[in-house]
């Protein structure tokens, strides 16, 4: 391909940005671009696709709707109930357990409640249902979960604290209080000794 020449000035911040980006350095300590020439046309690239969606991938499609759309991701089995209007049928015969089992690369047999509220928090916040979720450890096994969102529906609360509790107690040996609010959710989660 036939190259141009430039020359530019930059800010002192811009070099310095354009310096890192010239060193950076793969997991194997391969420069990963090499040149200040291919780190600025990568960025001219990502740029590109910024003002030219149709340019995106699928990946980076869903990456900008999570973020400036404020969209959800969802299971098909639970979109299909959802659509069928059996709210019940969505709180039993989802893949929620498989979603889990899918990040902690493990059987959910494998895990222990605390391993499993911990995907809860990784996977329900990537998908977007929440913008924070605390977890609390207290004594003999027990946790305290809070869930926060933002739309200020308590029967948003209701659903997923019946989702969470009922996907615990199914698996994993414990009982589960709800406290539900308009904007969170609060689960105390007592496990059972066996």
């Not at 060193?23 to 030219?52: C, F, P, T």
């Not at 916040?125 to 200020?152: C, P, R, W």
Request: glycine fraction near 4%; hydrophobic fraction near 35%.
């Amino acid at each position: 391909m036939a190259r141009k020449t430039i020359h530019t000035t930059l800010t002192e911040e811009a070099f310095a940005l354009l310096e890192k980006y010239a060193a950076l350095q793969d997991d194997r300590g391969h420069l990963v671009y090499g040149n200040h020439s291919k780190v600025i046309e990568h960025a001219l690239n990502v740029l590109d696709k910024q003002h030219h969606p149709e340019k995106e991938d699928s990946q980076s499609i869903w990456n900008r709707t999570r973020s400036e759309l404020n969209m959800l991701l969802v299971g098909k089995p639970t979109f299909l109930a959802y659509i069928s209007g059996d709210h019940e049928n969505a709180l039993k015969q989802n893949i929620a357990v498989d979603i889990i089992e899918w990040y902690a690369r493990k059987t959910i047999k494998q895990m222990d409640c605390g391993e499993i509220i911990t995907c809860i928090k990784k996977i329900w916040m990537a998908a977007n249902y929440f913008y924070n979720i605390d977890v609390e450890t207290g004594d003999k096994g027990s946790y305290h979960v809070s869930f926060y969102h933002d739309l200020q529906e308590k029967r948003y609360s209701d659903y997923w604290s019946k989702y969470f509790a009922g996907l615990l107690e199914r698996t994993c040996p414990c009982r589960v209080e709800i406290f539900s609010r308009n904007a969170s959710f609060r689960l105390i989660i007592s496990t059972i000794q066996e």
